[in-house]
């Protein structure tokens, strides 16, 4: 209760040699401070609002067990301040009989004060230990009957201080959550997330009952919601456990996140349908250039490995309309996922198709690099005024002639544009033209 107990006697109940006038005066200065603060301490008990709940409650478990050993101490109790109130004044009767006490006074009250002298009925139970019949009374001194009602005071406060915090935090905070849940539920059934359909219908379900379950334990065996600090030994020290909360809290949060990014969805569909059949649509107008590109190439280039160019997916135009009637019938929680996927896939289709365009085409884009470097090599020959030469001019008609006939021999018109440079080259620097070993073509 926060008060110090009563000068002690001697460990086994005697009263030890007989106390003075003064530290009679003393004692009971103390003895009345210390009785005024545990009528304070057991009128806060009396008062609390958790020891009012728990009156009020239907209790069960962990609770209802140490409740009811907890009302049976409170009673315990002032049953124990009425002896201790008695024995105050009994001692104060006495010490008011004379100004100036005699030895046998003294005596008096220092067993008063110091000895056993304070019988109560013992409390209600089963017999003592080795099955010996129940004691009817309990002995006390004043220091041995505070130190008795401070620990029931202690382990009742702790009950009803726990009690009162975990129905302080936890029935609150479940409510709100329930609240959160409900609005949930409502932005859920709007975007087709429901029970049997969807997993997070079915999760949302789940919740629900968690927390219904949840709030109707925490009110009854509050208790059971409570985790002690390690170490602590003071009335109520620790916290509420909020594991199951938090649990259901994150699985909540996590619907509601899902649910939020599939009406997202609804409200966008169908600008992302759009952009979706533009990209499918520029793939196929590229595979369809692909092919196109792939004839010229067969048609203009010879002895060339062109590539085969497939056809436009029909596995995506198929899910791209399913997805277009997932909008058609509001069935957004479906809608989602698929346009995530097509989204994707379509880049990658679109993606294929240019790599195929680049494919095919490549034998072109040689065949006009060489034609860009012969030309190249001819406007050089012409600025240093030797474009007349015979020999680069009859060079200079092979390479042309190769690379603008069809079909094109890619190799031979490069070794033919290779001659020519090398051709270029030696008149450039005044030497005789050689012969000049055939390469492979020039890239």
């Not at 989204?343 to 294929?352: K, V």
């Not at 190249?376 to 007349?388: F, L």
């Amino acid at each position: 209760m926060g008060v110090a107990a009563a000068a002690p006697g001697p460990g086994d109940g005697a009263p030890g040699p007989a106390m003075d006038r003064d530290e009679v005066d003393r004692a009971l200065a103390r003895l009345g401070a210390e009785h005024e603060a545990i009528e304070t301490s057991l009128l806060a008990l009396q008062d609390h609002a958790g020891r009012r709940l728990l009156e009020g409650a239907e209790l069960t478990g962990v609770t209802g067990d140490r409740w009811g050993t907890a009302e049976a101490s409170i009673n315990r109790l002032w049953d124990l301040f009425d002896a201790y109130t008695a024995a105050l004044g009994h001692v104060r009767d006495a010490r008011a009989r004379r100004r100036w006490p005699g030895r046998e006074d003294l005596a008096e009250l220092t067993e008063r004060l110091r000895g056993r002298s304070i019988v109560v009925p013992a409390p209600v139970g089963p017999a003592g230990a080795g099955g010996g019949p129940a004691r009817l009374t309990e002995e006390f001194t004043l220091a041995e009957l505070v130190a008795r009602m401070n620990e029931l005071y202690a382990s009742s406060l702790d009950v009803v201080v726990t009690a009162d915090a975990v129905w302080s935090a936890l029935p609150a905070r479940i409510d709100l959550l329930a609240a959160e849940l409900q609005r949930t539920r409502s932005l859920a059934h709007a975007a087709g997330v429901r029970p049997g359909e969807h997993p997070a219908g079915d999760e949302l379900e789940s919740i629900t009952g968690e927390l219904t379950v949840l709030r109707a334990q925490v009110i009854s065996d509050p208790l059971a919601f409570w985790r002690p600090a390690r170490g602590s030994s003071a009335p109520g020290g620790g916290r509420p456990d909020t594991q199951r909360y938090d649990r259901a809290a994150r699985a909540l949060d996590d619907i509601r996140r899902e649910v939020e990014a599939v009406l997202g969805v609804r409200q966008d569909a169908e600008q992302r349908l759009l952009r979706l059949r533009d990209v499918l649509s520029r793939a196929d107008r590229t595979l369809a250039e692909a092919r196109t590109a792939r004839g010229e190439v067969l048609a203009k280039i010879a002895a060339s490995e062109v590539p085969a160019v497939s056809g436009p997916s029909t596995a995506l135009q198929e899910r791209l309309g399913a997805a277009a009637d997932y909008r058609r019938r509001a069935q957004w929680h479906r809608l989602s996922p698929l346009l995530e996927a097509l989204e994707q896939e379509a880049e990658d289709e679109l993606l294929r198709a240019r790599e195929s365009l680049t494919a095919v085409t490549a034998p072109l884009a040689v065949r006009a690099e060489l034609r860009g470097r012969l030309d190249a090599y001819k406007a050089k020959a012409a600025r240093h005024g030797c474009a007349e030469d015979p020999l680069l001019i009859e060079r200079y008609d092979v390479a042309r002639r190769m690379l603008w006939s069809a079909p094109c021999d890619l190799r031979a018109a490069g070794q033919a544009v290779l001659r020519y440079q090398e051709a270029v080259a030696e008149v450039l620097s005044g030497g005789p033209v050689t012969g000049v070993v055939d390469g492979g073509a020039g890239g």
